[in-house]
């Protein structure tokens, strides 16, 4: 069959041959025991439904055994044959362009230079998850090649619940994860419920078909590294950042030291992402002995390197030995998915990787003993380093909030609402006040022909527009202006793209309409081919998260989900290809509600009309939100773009004088 002919098959007639378990993969990590037995029997009732009765005899025992020997049901008999990676929109099946733009999207977010664990369908995260499993997967493309612009495809986390009809207006589809009653939203809700096969975690750009491999958080996080330094009145050339996590996310933080010019040391347990970094220059050297290291971060200090250096172990042992000798670190942070600590988001120190897989599958509590233990010394060797001049953030992987969930002195002498721990985050003193409040955020394109001249063109368009805004610009926006024009800049020589050809910036919203505005107008002309919008959940709008994106927040209402809700149905009906809502994108099963877009530009006059519309409130009604939890940059920006579209009207906070007090 070719591989048209198998995407419009969806779920074969007739079963194929089970498939090895390939070693040389990376996998994820068994889940925990957590189904009694008549639990056991409703999800593998659960997982047949999928399939008609006459295979269910041969499946049955299978199914169980994947249950049993991985916590999960993936069907991985049913992974396709072909190769897992974005095609030029050309090669799907179809009738609906906007259709064809998603399976590319899905197709790249289960890449295996993309996908942290391919084989589990799992994006980013360690639980970061497109679908539950391969027959969902299967239906969903096959819903898509037979999709017209006529037809929503709703998804329930993961599931595709079916085609129904439309109009051309409206999202082709919409997207659902992880939506649970709150009061079951609960870490081990999710694994009890997506063991049962009825919810998944979306993360944030997993379950919206928008992630873009790690180029997806170099951006923000050489502007994260860029504005500490900055904070600290430090040139980067020569300082040192200590970090951990090479994963999906965190993966991006050396090459973003690179492009920051400092030096990186990112500490990393797992051998195969490490090399995997190493492999695809990610990270410039691996070291797996602590006294090497010591050397060589002190020669780069002495011969002010920009070098990124990977530590094949334990950060805090990286923490605690720099300690020891004494070296300086000017700026710190942590990565690891600790949103997800007890099923390998975060691995304890004093102890191998395998050593800890295997804990965390058959002595749970335990396991959650050693993190918790981990997570102290951790933060204490921190405290040693911040005493001593380190600027240390969260960088809103849920750190801080564990390390006090485990005990760890991390809790400010004198608690502010919004200001409970000893360190800030990294959207609190960087990242608001400095780009969301503006209306900076992650922008994306992704270039649907597959061929790196598009993605030049579009490069050569992003730089213009934006040299060409930042003439008029205002004081309070022009250091954002030339960030990102420096980074446009740079984007091709840094060789970040991993999967689809795809390119991140942050940029507001007259930046955002502006250049797609232009690459509009460019496929129009014949210039370059139809091109995907989107951005990271982890914008100005799109996430209501109490201790990351929202964080910044503090009339009391950075608990509340407002925003992220409005800011999906919004984007629905004002002509969004796809939108999603997630709980649990980044810091965790029920700590975010978070929701995304995508938007297939075509070269229409209909593109053209919607992106106007769509991008406009998409930012501004974060800005809104912001403005009135009193943030000044946001009053200010709200301000500007009530100046420029006359139908625009926001409610103002009048300041109170503390002084009535």
Known sequence: MTFQEQIQQGIPNRLPQPKPYETNINHAPKRKEILGEEEKKLALKNALRYFDARFHAELLPEFREELEKYGRIYMYRFRPDYEMKARPITEYPGKSQQAKAIMLMIQNNLDYAVAQHPHELITYGGNGAVFQNWAQYLLTMKYLSEMTDEQTLVMYSGHPMGLFPSHKEAPRVVVTNGMMIPNYSKPDDWEKFNALGVTQYGQMTAGSYMYIGPQGIVHGTTITALNAFRKIKKDPKGGLFVTSGLGGMSGAQPKAGNIAGCITVCAEVNPKITKIRHDQKWVNEIHENL???VDRVKKAQQNKETVSLA??????????????????????????????????GYYPVGQSFEESNKMMAEDPELFKDKVQESLRRHAAAINKHTEKGTYFFDYGNAFLLEASRAGADVMAENPELGREFRYP??????????????GFGPFRWVCTSGKPEDLQKTDDIACQVLEEIQQNSPEEIQQQMKDNIQWIKGAQEN????????????????????????????IKNGEIGPVVLGRDHHDVSGTDSPYR?????????????????????????RGATWVSIHNGGGVGWGEVINGGFGMLLDGSDDADRRLKSM????VNNGISRRSWARNEGAVFAIKRAMEIEPNLKVT??????????
């Not at 793209?497 to 250049?515: H, N, T």
């Not at 503090?554 to 919004?570: C, E, H, K, L």
């Not at 103002?652 to 007090?661: S, T």
């Open 495 to 522: 060789k970040l793209v991993v999967g689809s050809q795809a390119r991140i910036l942050y940029a507001d919203a007259e930046g955002r309409m502006k250049i797609a505005e232009a690459f509009n107008k460019a």
């Open 652 to 661: 103002l906070p009048n300041f109170v004088d503390e002084g009535l007090f």
């Open 615 to 618: 991008l406009f409130w998409d």
């Open 311 to 344: 530590y094949l172990g334990n950060v805090v042992e990286v923490w605690e030995k720099f300690d020891q000798e004494n070296l300086r670190i000017d700026i710190g942070s942590d990565q690891t998915s600790l949103h997800n600590p007890w099923a390998g």
């Open 291 to 293: 006294d090497e290291l």
């Open 549 to 573: 994106e929202t964080s910044n927040i503090y009339d009391g209402s950075r608990f509340t989900a407002d925003m992220a809700i409005q800011n999906v149905i919004g984007d629905s009906f």
């Open 425 to 438: 985050s990294y959207v609190q003193d960087i990242m608001g006040p400095m780009c969301f409040d503006y």
